[in-house]
């Protein structure tokens, strides 16, 4: 059984950065792609970023790119999203989620609350 543990949410001022993680376990990951999402209240889940397990290749948003960055440490299990520049419309609970496709997302995270203050 996958599981996915997000941590690493707090409450930020405008500009700051923040790093998320999220430890996975039970699965064996190598053909997976790891994604990051976003949902803000009253607003539809989103995308936000994405990385490809074996070889690293990633994608974003065009609302988080150049801010913010996707990665994996294929040692620990572990997914970072490290967010830069961070802007009060950045304030969502973010969830990681794990899937053998980009469009597709089978497992998900409890989710970290990121709140960014003006």
């Known amino acids: 059984q996958v599981q996915l543990v997000e941590s690493g949410g707090g409450l930020v001022q405008a500009g700051g950065s923040l790093r998320l993680s999220c430890a996975a376990s039970?699965?064996?990951?190598?053909?997976?792609?790891m994604g990051w999402f976003r949902q803000a209240p009253g607003k539809e889940r989103e995308f936000v970023a994405g990385?490809?397990?074996?070889?690293?290749?990633?994608y974003y948003a065009d609302s988080v790119k150049g801010r913010f960055t996707i990665s994996r440490d294929t040692n620990k299990n572990t997914v970072y999203l490290q967010m830069n520049s961070l802007k009060p419309e950045d304030t969502a609970v973010y969830y990681c989620?794990?899937?053998?496709?980009?469009?597709?997302?089978?497992?998900w995270g409890q989710g970290t609350q990121v709140t960014v203050s003006s």
């Open positions: 990385i490809w397990w074996t070889f690293g290749s990633t």
């Open positions: 989620a794990a899937g053998v496709r980009s469009d597709d997302y089978d497992y």
């Open positions: 039970g699965g064996t990951f190598s053909s997976y792609v």
